[in-house]
């Protein structure tokens, strides 16, 4: 008899199928390590089963395939990587972490790296199961169009088998219960479960959905539970990457509206799954937040505005079409303007930069003021250089700061000067050309023209 234990008593080990070959994705990448608001597929799967409180995780992978197995150390360091030589079926690939599995613990998740979207309470659900004395509990779904998916045949309110649709009959093919595919083993009895399933199918594959028959051929239980079909949706191909996409950016963009921010067009507002919006923040229309982006309470973010790696600081603002890249932070009250462009810098309480430029590698100073056409010169071809702005300090426009230089506290830069050296504070400091004005020049160049190009 099956020891039943509370759920969060029992050990787990979630073992994750990474080996697909990913054909219809039509890509030199694999299919696991595309993205989906900003992560991997396999990242989203990883996170999800760790979260819902797994205590060891194994990836099976292809062979030959390094990429996808530093992608899972990535995500999770302690990861345990099992590799797959032959692809002989969903079973099959399940025994390639036979040393994981022998260690006997008491749930067996066994999930898929295509499958992003599962809820770690979902995971948590399918152990519940298991911990009732289930010994498999596969996940089930209502399909809006069944054709392709294994059917859960139920009699007598048991789950009896799992039919793939090609080995279905034509009553079975009618039943609307379909197979995600993730199922829950009761890990004491799983090894052993799964090295007694066979392959007299039409493919001639190890089925791991065989498990239900196998598991009713030794007397043990096996109960389906039932998830919605949007979550346990796989990503095979560049379609169904977007149909993903869709349905976490709707989860990203409520969970942020319910945190306390305000997205005016959510439709058109692109997050990624570590976005950070505070209180009172305020997205306009078509706002792409990449990885790595924090906003704290009442920044305003307007419309057409591009951040990845930034940090913008309380009452601050952006845009529209402003653009902060990995390392911008901005203190509170701060104002990008429209075409600014941040990289590495830090952008002091109050500060100015209304348009028209590009501030990289650099500091600038609380209440300075950045004009129009701005450059920090930080790149020679070979090495990044720092320029530092100086508290309440005025740049004037079309000015080009090389790096590394200094512009002290409370200096002005005339409008049009190119900054070699530093700039001491208070000081103004200005590097262009005298200008020349030679009256009536232009009459005589004029007239120095041929008559065909004067008419």
């Known amino acids: 008899m099956t020891e039943t234990r509370p759920a969060a008593a029992r050990r787990c080990l979630a073992v994750i199928l990474a080996a697909g070959g990913g054909v219809r994705m039509k ?80 749930d067996v998740l066994v999930v898929f790296a295509d499958t992003p979207l599962v809820m770690p309470e979902t995971f948590r659900r399918m152990r519940e199961a298991l911990a009732r004395g289930a010994a498999v509990a596969p996940l089930a779904f209502e399909a809006a169009d069944p054709t392709g998916y294994g059917r859960m045949l139920v009699r007598d309110g048991q789950l009896v088998a799992i039919r793939e649709h090609k080995d279905a009959d034509e009553a079975e093919r009618r039943v609307r219960l379909c197979n995600a595919g993730l199922m829950a083993l009761d890990g004491k009895g799983a090894l052993e479960l799964l090295e007694g399933i066979g392959n007299a199918n039409a493919q001639r594959e190890y089925y791991l959905t065989d498990a239900v028959e196998e598991a009713r051929r030794r007397g043990l239980s096996a109960v389906a539970l039932v998830a919605p079909e949007s979550e346990v949706m796989g990503v095979n191909d560049r379609v169904q990457l977007a149909q993903a996409e869709a349905i976490l950016q709707g989860r990203l963009r409520t969970a942020a509206m319910r945190g306390g921010a ?5 439709e058109t507002v692109f997050l990624s799954v570590d976005t950070r919006l505070g209180r009172d923040v ?46 911008a932070d901005l203190g509170p009250k701060a104002k990008i303007g429209n075409f600014v462009e941040v990289k590495s810098a830090q952008i002091g309480a109050g500060a100015k930069v209304s348009h028209l430029t590009y501030l990289g590698d650099a500091s600038v100073g609380a209440n300075a003021n950045i004009g129009a056409g701005t450059i920090t010169c930080n790149y020679d071809g070979f090495r990044k250089f720092r320029t530092e702005i100086g508290d309440n300090a005025f740049i004037g426009s079309n000015s080009a700061l090389v790096a590394p230089v200094r512009v002290g506290a409370g200096a002005f830069v005339g409008s049009g000067s190119v900054i070699t050296d530093d700039v001491p504070a208070d000081a103004l400091a200005l590097g262009r050309g005298r200008q020349v004005v030679k009256e009536g020049w232009a009459v005589s160049f004029r007239e120095r023209q041929p008559k065909k190009a004067r008419d």
């Open 27 to 106: 890509s030199e990448v694999p299919k696991v390590l595309h993205a989906i608001g900003g992560r991997s597929l396999l990242w989203h799967v990883v996170s999800a089963v760790r979260d819902s409180g797994a205590d060891a995780v194994a990836v099976v992978v292809g062979p030959d395939r390094d990429d996808v197995a530093a992608e899972a150390r990535r995500v999770d360091p302690q990861v345990r990587i099992h590799v797959q030589r032959e692809r002989l079926g969903t079973a099959h690939a399940v025994l390639a972490a036979r040393d994981s599995l022998a260690e006997g613990f008491d």
């Open 262 to 266: 305000t997205l005016v067009a959510p």
């Open 282 to 327: 305020l997205v306009e229309p078509h706002v792409v937040f990449g990885p790595g982006v924090t906003v704290d309470d009442g920044a305003v973010i307007h419309s057409f505005s591009h951040l990845e790696g930034a940090h913008v600081g309380p009452g601050a603002t952006v845009g529209p079409f402003g653009r902060l890249r990995p390392g």
